[in-house]
């Protein structure tokens, strides 16, 4: 039997496969971040054909001011909660184990008010943001503690934080934006420190036993960025803290690896953080055939395939590799 194709037990939940369907946004909500049935009619596509184990749901703002564009998802208003659960319901109708990825973009918000500032970690020589005060921080800590608690009460299995691709989180980690002098800036164990502050918080709403999940830009791939290194020791530290799977992407460098573009371009970072953490790993990165896919797996290099593009651009893309594989 094919690797991808087996169960992935793990003490909190299992899924029935390896392969995951990764958070890509659709830009498909209602104006105010409500659930449209153009977002249902597009999950319910891609995931009929039940070949799906993980569905992560693209990112979804926890608060107005951490908006990314003008048609994202929302999980910032209780109101939300009911739209969410039509799709989480849709999802378990299609056999996926279903998660709620939770967002707040920092400097590269688009509030709805075009005169709020969008947040900075710190000043940035080519945007206007407004340097975030303590306050600030309890409040960004607060909303994804909110939003993880709306993900559970909306039927997700789990939730998932955003922490790549240049978004909040990410300015936090990253010493390319990150150039605070207090308890949130400086050294790794500070610009770490909020990622461990939102954990707990979210932990604290959703309860032991409620999968966390985190995506990770795990490497920005250039000078003074994040390293893989960096990432090593806060992997294991995110375990530590209760943390059930890690989701590896790109930091500022995105969802790809200026250095490498080959099927599963981010195995560097996955493979690597695998021999140091016991909870499941997910790789994503261009991955169009499910023999690449199944290579990575039996090398060890990942416990979990996310294929974005290849479904988002064909949702018959699983039926026909499983059937070639099968066969």
Do not use: W
């Not at 490498?260 to 994503?284: A, M, S, W």
């Amino acid at each position: 039997m094919s690797l991808l194709l087996t169960p992935l037990p793990t003490l909190k939940f299992t899924l029935k496969n390896r392969l995951t369907l990764p958070p890509m946004a659709t830009a498909k909500a209602k104006a105010d971040g409500s659930m449209s049935e153009e977002i249902l009619a597009y999950y319910d596509e891609k995931t009929q054909d039940q070949n799906l184990g993980l569905v992560i749901v693209e990112h979804s703002f926890i608060s107005e001011e951490g908006r990314a564009n003008k048609n994202q998802l929302s999980a910032s208003k209780d109101h939300h909660v009911e739209g969410l659960r039509a799709l989480s319901d849709l999802l378990r109708k299609n056999g996926a184990f279903s998660c709620l990825q939770i967002n707040h973009a920092g400097m590269y918000a688009r509030p709805s008010d075009a005169s709020v500032v969008p947040f900075g970690v710190s000043s940035h020589p080519e945007k206007e943001v407004r340097v975030m005060t303590d306050e600030d921080i309890k409040k960004v800590i607060s909303d994804f503690s909110a939003a993880a608690r709306r993900a559970k009460e909306a039927g997700f299995d789990a939730v998932e934080i955003h922490s790549a691709h240049g978004y909040l989180l990410n300015q936090f980690y990253s010493p390319l934006t990150n150039k605070r002098t207090d308890a949130f800036g400086g050294s790794l164990e500070n610009r770490r420190r909020i990622h461990r502050e939102v954990l707990r918080a979210v932990r604290e709403a959703v309860g032991e036993s409620y999968p966390v999940f985190l995506r990770l830009g795990a490497s920005d791939y250039q000078e003074g960025g994040t390293t893989l290194l960096d990432s090593v020791e806060t992997a294991k530290i995110l375990e530590a803290e209760g943390l059930d799977l890690l989701d590896v992407s790109g930091g500022f460098a995105g969802y790809t690896n200026p250095h490498e573009n080959t099927q599963g371009y981010f195995r560097d970072l996955t493979g690597e953080l695998k021999k140091h953490i016991r909870i499941p790993v997910l790789l994503t990165g261009g991955i169009t055939d499910l023999y690449a896919a199944e290579e990575l797996l039996l090398k060890g290099e990942s416990d979990l395939i996310g294929i974005g593009r290849a479904i988002y651009k064909d949702s018959g893309f699983l039926r026909k590799e499983l059937e070639r594989l099968r066969s």
